[in-house]
């Protein structure tokens, strides 16, 4: 199971972020963009999705991924149960979505957790 802090370890390891408070929910920012943000609860992972791809994902495990709420479908923008995603995919998804909102010099820089 994934936690706010295994999350906040690395997304805050990663350049410009920025965690903030925002309605009681923890996102995680570059600027003014949010690529990864927790339900109230923190049992619930949303970041930052190619829009396209989207429907795919759910469908390879729909216990583990679903929609985001219906205001953000419109967004690139996906959702995981915390409790249903390994340490390992919660890294790939975290670091995608952060490649997603910095410019792409940066993004094809970093070179993986711990590396």
Same mark, same amino acid.
């Given at each position: ?25 923890? %996102?995680?920012?570059? #600027? ?13 992972? $949303? ?16 216990? %583990? ?13 996906? $959702? ?23 410019? %792409? %010099? ?5 070179? #993986?957790? #711990?590396?």
């Amino acid at each position: 199971m994934v936690t706010v802090d295994d999350v906040r370890s690395l997304a805050l390891s990663l350049e410009r972020t920025d965690e903030a408070l925002v309605h009681g929910r923890v %996102k995680f920012r570059v #600027g003014q963009i949010v690529y990864v943000a927790f339900s109230r609860d923190e049992t619930v992972m $949303c970041f930052a999705f190619p829009r396209e791809e989207r429907e795919a994902l759910i469908d390879t495990d729909p216990d %583990k991924f679903l929609h985001p709420r219906q205001s953000d479908l419109r967004f690139n923008w996906a $959702c995981a149960r915390a409790e249903a995603l390994d340490m390992a995919e919660m890294q790939e998804l975290v670091v995608d979505a952060w490649r997603m909102v910095v410019p %792409k %010099k940066l993004a094809t820089t970093y070179a #993986g957790p #711990g590396a």
